[in-house]
Nanobody, 124 residues
């Protein structure tokens, strides 16, 4: 059974940084794509970034290019989202997701596995 557990959220001032972690278990993830989404109150879940576990190819939403970096640690079975230059509008619950295969999707409905989410609050 696939389990994704996020951590690393919290309260940060505008311009600050946070690193989110997603610990994955229950599968060999070499044939998966891992992604990060966020969801603010009253809004739909929004794609941020994705990474192919095998090979490490990355993809980013335009809104976070240059500010966020997705990476993975094979030995720890963990995916990270390094978030820099945070803005108040980045305030949301951040989710880790996984989909089997080699394609990434912007549509959250394509991902079959989700973590419980971690809250990120950016104060102005």
């Amino acid at each position: 059974q696939v389990q994704l557990v996020e951590s690393g959220g919290g309260l940060v001032q505008a311009g600050g940084s946070l690193r989110l972690s997603c610990a994955a278990s229950g599968r060999t993830f070499s044939s998966y794509v891992m992604a990060w989404f966020c969801q603010a109150p009253g809004k739909e879940r929004e794609f941020l970034a994705a990474i192919r576990w095998s090979g490490g190819s990355t993809y980013y939403a335009d809104s976070v290019k240059g500010r966020f970096t997705i990476s993975r640690d094979n030995a720890k079975n963990t995916v990270y989202l390094q978030m820099n230059s945070l803005k108040p509008e980045d305030t949301a619950v951040y989710y880790c997701a996984a989909v089997r295969g080699s394609y990434y999707y912007i549509d959250s409905r394509r991902y079959g596995y989700w973590g419980q989410g971690t809250q990120v609050t950016v104060s102005s």
